[in-house]
């Protein structure tokens, strides 16, 4: 009997009001130990960094004072004494500032690639958890920028800009305590262009979020329109359009450029401006702090220490501009990924367990009708009994609404009104896990992953055995031209399947539904591109894998199906007709006439 299970509840993501920083924040919340320890490592290799200057003021506080020097009242009165005491000292901050940069770049390193890694995964996880209609309104170029480009582009920022802010903040911090320590008369002079400079950081991003948001979007579309012409490779070919596609991409890396020029314009304007608050600073300290110490009110150490002390201080601060582009093409990243990760799942899964070995096959469709978003309805209260174990057949026109049925009934989309069915249970209760593996699909549009040929029969058994793998492609009637091959089951198709023939794929696509031994077996115009004679023989083989397996077959060749124990005509997305082969031409209707013309009894 089927059993419930508790359906796992999907973590509550960041809105998307929020803003980016705070999303990526609210992400790597599970990451707080690495991010500790990476940051505490930041600000001891900082610390270290900035004790040379000390050392050099107390250096010169030494040659100067000598014995009344700083590490004289210490009791170190010998002048060489006191220079091998700075000598040690000299040797540990250095060397400590060196453990800590190692321990630094290491641990943001290995934090960035594994936040990068988990995005990516988690991104990937939840978009495939999204419905058909989502990737029906989205571009495959621009979903790959951002499973790509994007979650790189924040990688790159966590590897050098967070640790770039962390140190520039307590540089800020450590030195102006010093200042305001040892010569609170002249820190104020240092500190004067500090305000400005933060200001003209907040500044310079506010006016670079848009304009790196504009940067994504014009590289997505990019990516896009490149995806799309790798995939149509032949068609440009055949239809020499290749001229055309270069001025496309032209236009699009075109409109990128000019995007990344505007922005460009404004970050590379900030390290100019910047600079010169910078001087304002040095100088002021320069001079001031020159004539305090000819009148005496401040000791030539200290007075090196901060000369040297305001460099580091406020020269590090150009380097804001890189590390604030850096952190406003991450952001812009940021969002496109969160919002990915933010996009609700419509279509949930079911808890109501089904193992396949406990399938029977019975599928009743009540009143179904399904409309794609915007378009009339594909199918109208439309009401199929399929008993378990038999083989039904589904004919009619293009756009009766074959096809969508069969995604129905995977619930690649989810019916409007009425219910589905499978062996009594609706399959919107069905973890869709069950469902699915319930069901093995044979479809006219085959895709073959670039792989060999036996990774691609055994794609979805993946424990499957070379010799299980040989038995199902001899069912479909396979294994003669694999065996041809360079390789045999080992030679590679190539991306979707390019190095076979329409016919080779859909045989390949026949074994691994075959492979599967599914209880519900789908072809969806599974003959469509074979020949006649490689028809016939898989429709020898059919009769066998059919038996005591609920079968569907949809067909426009109907000499593929007339061995149907029932067969279903549709027209207009509403079932018009039904029956056997025999009774349907006794009805002498739409089947019926279809059969006269593919008989060539009466010409089309």
């Given amino acids: 009997m089927p059993k419930t299970r508790s359906q796992s509840s999907r973590p509550q993501s960041a809105t998307t009001t929020a803003p980016p920083l705070r999303r990526l924040i609210n992400y790597g919340d599970k990451y707080r130990t690495q991010i500790w320890q990476a940051t505490v490592c930041s600000i001891l290799n900082k610390i270290f960094d900035l004790a040379p200057p000390a050392l050099i003021g107390a250096a010169v506080d030494v040659v100067v004072q000598k014995e009344n020097s700083l590490i004289g009242k210490l009791g170190i009165t010998d002048v060489f004494w006191q220079l091998v005491v700075l000598t040690i000292l000299s040797f540990i901050i250095w060397g400590l500032e060196s453990v800590f940069e190692y321990a630094y770049a290491r641990l943001w390193r290995n934090l960035a690639q594994t936040i990068q890694h988990d995005l990516r995964l988690d991104a990937y996880r939840h978009l495939q958890s999204l419905e058909l209609a989502y990737f029906e309104d989205s571009s495959t170029g621009g979903l790959m920028s951002i499973l790509s480009d994007d979650i790189n582009q924040l990688e790159r920022f966590l590897d050098v800009g967070a640790n770039e802010i962390l140190q520039v903040s307590a540089t800020v911090i450590i030195i102006g305590g010093l200042f305001f320590i040892s010569a609170p008369n002249v820190a104020w002079m240092t500190m004067l262009p500090m305000p400005f400079i933060l200001w003209g950081a907040i500044a310079f991003q506010r006016l670079l979020a848009p304009k790196y948001a504009q940067v994504r979007e014009k590289v997505s579309l990019l990516n896009g329109q490149l995806g799309n012409n790798l995939t149509g490779i032949t068609t440009i070919k055949s239809f020499t359009a290749e001229t055309y596609e270069i001025q496309r991409i032209a236009a699009q890396s075109d409109a990128y450029r000019q995007s ?23 100088t002021s300290i320069l001079l001031y702090g020159g004539m305090e110490v000819v009148k005496g009110n401040l000791a030539v150490g200290t007075y090196s220490m901060l000369v040297f002390l305001t460099q580091r201080l406020l020269w590090p601060l150009t380097r804001l501009g890189d590390t604030m582009d850096l952190y406003q093409r991450a952001m812009a990243s ?19 367990s089904l193992p396949v070995s406990q399938v029977k096959g019975e599928l009743v469709l009540e009143n179904v009708s399904f409309a794609y978003k915007g378009r009339f309805p594909v199918i109208q209260n439309l009401s199929i009994h399929i008993p378990a174990g038999n083989t039904v057949a589904i004919v009619g026109a293009t756009g009766s609404g074959k096809s969508t049925l069969v995604k129905l009934l995977l619930r690649l989309y989810e019916i409007e009104d009425g219910t589905i069915t499978l062996d009594g249970i609706d399959i919107k209760q069905l973890e869709l896990s069950d469902l699915r593996k319930a069901i093995g699909l044979v479809s006219q549009d085959v895709f073959l992953f670039h792989g060999t040929v036996k990774e691609n029969i055994a794609y979805g058994s993946f424990d499957a055995t070379l010799p299980d793998i040989i038995a199902a492609a001899e069912i479909a009637e396979a294994h003669e031209f694999i065996s041809k091959l360079p390789q045999g089951y080992d030679t590679i198709v190539g991306e979707r399947g390019q190095k076979l023939s329409g016919g080779q794929q859909q045989r390949l696509a026949l074994a691994r539904a075959i492979l599967k031994n599914p209880p519900i077996l789908i072809l969806d115009e599974a003959t469509s591109a074979v020949d006649n004679e490689t028809e016939a023989a898989i429709v020898r083989s059919l009769e066998k894998i059919t038996q005591n397996r609920t079968t569907i077959a949809i067909a426009h060749r109907l000499s593929t199906i007339r061995n149907a124990d029932c067969i279903y005509v549709m027209d207009g997305g509403k079932l018009v007709e039904s029956g056997t082969h025999e009774q349907l031409l006794v009805q002498d209707g739409i089947y019926g006439m279809l059969w006269r013309v593919q008989s060539g009894l009466i010409s089309s």
């Fill in 260 to 282: 990344n020029r505007r922005a460009i314009a404004i970050s590379a304007a900030f390290i100019p401006l910047i600079r010169i608050l910078i001087l304002l600073g040095f």
């Fill in 334 to 352: 940021t969002n496109r990924v969160m919002n990915l990760l933010d996009t609700p799942i419509a279509m949930h899964s079911g808890n109501i």
